[in-house]
């Protein structure tokens, strides 16, 4: 290409100065990398969906977790908390570098999070390269405590296989023989489907057929009616947020729920309930936790969390309350020390959680083991009938660690 | 498959299909008359969700949800074409992309600051809120059948303006060359404006019906864009008639990629839209080059 | 596009000295995201052959960088790291390949078509590798090895060592623009450039125009698997998002706020929007709105995008792509 000599440009200077100073401004607002002293505040690192679909979630965890700590005094081992919160707006894209933006950037001493599944795998690996110590308080990607396990590396809600089993273990139970599932094409829906197949072939139970939703698509009339045809004595579902609002009030305008009982986790009847009107009542569905378990802890829980955040409970509450209760137990045993980590850990590991979903433990590869409830939709609320399945591990052959 | 049951999964893929043809045909005719490319058409379809969820919770009826939304739609449509679409005419398709993208940004943080991120359900009208018994075990909605009949009647109701009125005359020749129709004498910046808030319009008020049935959550307009689009490339630029089949064969893809090719249903949309552009580049009924 | 302008060659100079000196002094945490940056550049500049130096405007690029992530992940042999030296060729012959196929149906059709069915494509690569469990599914891949630098059995470079990663993405970015100078300056880049600028004249000489742009985008999309291939490197982890629309338009937004005037416009774009957003994030929740609006704003009052600043001529209002 031929330079044109009638180019006008700036001079030299004016043109350095601009670039300097918009590269100044840029970076004066970065944050400023940490600097760690002894005795001084332990950083928390809170990567959470503060916006988007998951916000709701993302807020109830981190309340629930502030509100354990704040309990035992606001403090970790007698360390002041720092707390870094970082919106990861479920954008598996960005997981790695929102992750890294933590852990290397802001050099937390723990890191926890998140909702979304897709974001919680790419926070597994940093924390895998890092040695980071990793809390999940919700994502259940099986993978994070399967292959994927690592000693720094903990969950405190469930693996998405874990909600699905007791319910295909109920619904053999009632007698039903033979099942269709229906969820998004995605690996949560996979992982709790196969939950569901396994606990119901411990009652002699067979899935005939598994229809599949592109994701995240809302538009059920076609599988609807497919599951019309089929006539199968049951069908378990996997849905959630939306998903779940629209498919629960579809399936029932389709007149199927008179007809052909819909089960599914938890997850189908949480938050959605005001939205699901009548169509979801009477609906049953097994989790490690309903608002209404009778435990005092629970109780306890209910009010003070009502309390501090003028919102009610729910899992994901409960999930960032226990995940904060596991931080005081191990930082209190290492007296605030979080870079003693083999002792740290095994603190934690070996932690019977009181809780208010029931007291529950960690499965060598770092998952709770919990009890699982039946739970039934009155009323426009979720009640306690049963326990559906006590201390529930998820299958950890996957898992290599010791 | 069960003769009855085919036919119903037809009767789903032609009530989608027409749902989205109304979201559809002011996409084509903007492309067509305005020739600007709005990213930002689904957040109209949004937007229209989400006014009908406001307003029913306040006044309690949809139809006085719809009666009030849509003169507001129709105001946003305007103000949004006076204030950026209109500076977009002469630009290049490259400027008409980003900054439809901006504004996607912003309309969708505004949602999120207004409304926040829960999902939000809107009752379905008192009069619609039955079912019909089908078979044994299937009942159809009747919401659903009066959600295709309303399609159905504005269909007829767009054909019938641009085929037979001096306005629809207008729409048509502008589509085919807009420098012409403003030599003529035509006020083409009147048209554009009211052609661009008519497709705001429509989307929105697609939203505002079909929100009883999808329910309204951060998102929904993203999802319904990308259809559209592929609707209006079979369809071919401009044409509402091509429009109408493409929606017709979107929908009745959708529906039976689901139940015949469930490994692969996602993209079944996108393989129609494959397998027309290699026969037609220019879409169904659009003009060559 | 016009050649760089002079002083913007100096700047660009000083940039990369700069850059080179940026691991000595500066901490992990900004090593690593300056190498995001880098690859992101790579990822603009592959774009930016295609709209400003063929005229092709893509809503599906991202499709290309996705691929490439995910060919160095499903290239990696189970225990180790695979060799640089076979992955990187093998990668980016795919993708070409991927482009060709892709390109030879796309690139019949122009402007608001190609525009959509570049968008449409890019969306079913998305849903094919979310939906398909042998491609990893929703929630990705992942690598356990970085590539292996090797000769002769010992190891030139590591990977795993953030600085050596650094200087490998900042000389394949600095290459690629070289590279891609080079093309533009030779007789197959000037047809291209010939075709931007009128296509019919083009094919009035006797060029095969089709065959020219889907050479390009066969390139371009060669380049932006590169640019993935290396993103992998760097995380390790892959995910069905990187195919999709939104990462398409983030691109986009790069290559157009740089500037579609200068061969450097899209590297610009790139540090420009991720150091924005870095910046924004920090100062404010609502970040999402002022980044919306920077862009419009951006669009409204520097029709040349970023790099006009550099020319002194930021209010010519154009109607068309220049031609250089």
């Known amino acids: 290409m031929t330079r044109h000599s009638s180019d006008k440009t700036l001079p030299m200077s004016r043109r350095a100065v601009l670039g300097g100073a918009a590269a100044a401004a840029a970076a004066s607002t970065f944050p400023a990398p940490a600097v760690r002293a002894q005795g001084a505040k332990i950083k928390i690192g809170l990567m959470l969906p503060y916006s988007g679909t998951y ?12 509100l354990a700590i704040n309990e035992k005094g606001g403090k970790l081992g007698g360390r002041e908390v720092r707390y870094v919160k970082l919106d990861d707006e479920s954008e598996p894209a960005k997981g790695a570098q929102n992750a890294n933006k933590l852990v290397v950037g802001e050099k937390v001493d723990i890191l926890v999070g998140t909702v979304h599944s897709g974001v919680a795998a790419a926070m597994v690996q940093v924390a895998r390269e890092e040695q980071a110590t990793l809390l999940i308080p919700n994502a259940g990607v099986g993978d994070a405590t399967g292959k994927l ?35 998004w094409k995605y690996a949560a829906g996979e992982e709790s489907t196969q939950g569901f197949k396994d606990g119901f ?9 598994d229809l599949r939703v592109p994701f995240p698509d809302v538009e059920f009339q076609a599988l609807l009616t497919e599951i019309a045809s089929i006539k199968p004595d049951c069908v378990y579902t996997f849905f959630a947020g939306g998903g779940a609002v629209k498919f629960v009030k579809d399936y029932d305008a389709a007149g199927l729920k008179k007809s052909i009982p819909l089960y599914g986790p938890g997850f189908l009847t949480d938050g959605t309930l005001q939205a699901q009107g009548a169509s979801a009542d009477g609906l049953l569905t097994t989790l490690h936790y309903v608002e209404d378990l009778p435990n005092p802890i629970n ?59 029931g007291e529950w433990t960690f499965s060598k590869s770092q998952n709770p083991v919990q009890d699982f409830y039946l739970r039934k939709v009155v009323g426009g609320e979720n009640r306690y009938q049963k326990i559906a399945v006590k201390a529930l591990a998820e299958p950890t052959d996957a898992c290599k660690m010791a | 498959m069960d003769p009855l049951f085919f036919l119903i999964q037809v009767l789903n893929g032609v009530q989608y299909g027409l749902l989205l043809f109304l979201i559809a045909s002011g996409l084509t005719l903007v492309f067509g008359i ?208 091509g429009a109408f089949i493409a929606a017709l064969l979107v929908g009745l893809a959708d529906t039976f990629g689901k139940i015949a090719v469930p490994e692969f249903a996602s993209m079944s949309v996108y393989a129609v839209m494959a397998a027309i552009l290699l026969w037609r580049p220019q879409g169904l009924f659009g003009r060559a080059g | 596009m016009t050649p760089t302008p002079r002083i913007l060659g100096w700047v660009a100079l000083a940039a990369v000295i700069l850059l080179a000196l940026v691991p000595q002094f500066a901490d992990r945490y900004y090593i690593q995201l300056l190498t995001r940056i880098m690859s992101s550049a790579i ?50 012959g795919i993708v070409a390949a991927a482009a060709l196929v892709t390109g030879a149906l796309a690139v019949r059709t122009s402007g608001i078509y190609f525009i959509m069915l570049t968008l449409a494509f890019g969306e079913m690569l998305f849903y094919l590798f979310h939906d398909w469990k042998v491609l990893g599914g929703s929630d990705g891949i992942y690598v356990d090895f970085r590539p292996t630098v090797t000769a002769f059995g010992t190891t030139l470079l590591s990977l795993d060592d953030r600085p050596t990663l650094f200087y490998v993405v900042l000389g394949l970015m600095v290459a690629t623009y070289l590279a891609i100078g080079m093309l533009l300056n030779a007789p197959f880049g000037r047809t291209i450039l010939g075709i931007r600028a009128n296509e019919q004249r083009m094919e009035a000489l006797g060029y095969n125009v089709y065959a020219y742009k889907l050479v390009v985008f066969a390139m371009a999309g060669a380049i932006a698997g590169l640019a993935g291939f290396l993103y992998a490197t760097q995380y390790r ?19 157009i706020l740089g500037g579609l005037r200068a ?57 068309a792509p220049q031609h250089g």
């Open chain 1, 55 to 66: 916000a709701a979630l993302g807020n109830n965890i981190a309340d629930g977790m502030m």
């Open chain 1, 149 to 183: 396990c690592a000693p720094n590396i903990f969950r405190t809600s469930f693996s998405n296989w874990q909600p699905g089993f007791p319910m295909g273990k109920v619904a053999a139970e009632m007698g039903h023989k033979n099942a269709v599932t229906i969820t």
């Open chain 1, 201 to 209: 072939a411990t009652g002699g139970g067979k899935v005939t057929n």
């Open chain 1, 299 to 357: 109780q306890k829980f209910k009010a003070d969390f009502q309390k501090a955040t003028s919102r009610p409970v729910d899992v994901y509450a409960v999930q960032g309350y226990d995940t904060g209760q596991v931080l005081v137990h191990g930082l209190t045993a290492v007296k605030g020390d979080a870079a003693a980590k083999k002792d740290f850990y095994a603190a934690m590991k070996g932690y019977k959680v009181p809780s208010p979903r």
């Open chain 2, 34 to 241: 305005l020739q600007v490319i709005n990213l930002a058409h689904g957040s109209f379809y949004m937007i229209g969700a989400y006014l009908a969820f406001w307003l029913t919770a306040r006044s309690g009826s949809l139809w006085i949800a719809i009666l009030g939304g849509l003169p507001l739609a129709l105001l946003l449509g305007f103000a949004v074409e006076r204030l950026m679409i209109r500076f977009l005419y002469k630009r290049d398709h490259l400027t008409q992309v980003l900054l439809t993208y901006g504004l996607i940004l912003i309309l969708n943080e505004a949602q999120r600051l207004i409304f926040g991120s829960d999902v939000h359900g809107v009752p379905v009208p008192e009069i619609f809120a039955g079912s019909i018994q089908l078979t044994d075990t299937l009942s159809y909605p009747v919401y659903r059948l009066a959600v295709s009949g309303i399609c159905l009647i504005l269909v007829i109701l767009m054909m019938v303006v641009i085929q037979t009125t001096r306005l629809g005359m207008y729409i048509r020749a502008g589509s085919v060359n807009r420098e012409m129709v403003q030599l003529l004498g035509v006020d083409v910046q009147r048209l554009c404006t009211l052609v661009f808030a008519a497709g705001a319009g429509l989307a929105a008020f697609a939203g505002m019906v079909a929100a009883p049935l999808s329910s309204v959550y951060p998102g929904i307009g993203e999802h319904i864009l990308i259809i559209c689009f592929v609707i209006v490339v079979i369809g071919g630029i401009g044409s509402i008639k």
């Open chain 3, 43 to 92: 990822f603009a500049m592959s774009l930016g052959l295609l709209v400003s130096g063929a005229g092709l405007v893509s809503l599906g690029h991202a499709m290309f960088f996705g691929l490439g992530a995910y060919l160095l992940v499903l290239l990696s042999p189970a225990g180790e790291g695979v060799s640089i030296w076979w992955a990187v060729p093998a990668t980016m």
């Open chain 3, 237 to 255: 982890s892959v995910n069905p998002e990187l195919f999709s629309w939104r990462e398409s338009g983030l691109v986009l937004m790069m290559v």
């Open chain 3, 263 to 319: 061969r450097l416009g899209p590297a610009i774009g790139a540090f420009a929007l991720v150091l924005v957003e870095e910046a924004l994030q920090a100062l404010t929740d609502n970040w999402l709105i002022a980044i919306g609006v920077f862009v419009i704003l951006a669009v409204l009052l520097l029709p040349n995008g970023l790099a006009d600043l550099a020319s002194h001529r930021p209010w010519r209002d154009r109607k």
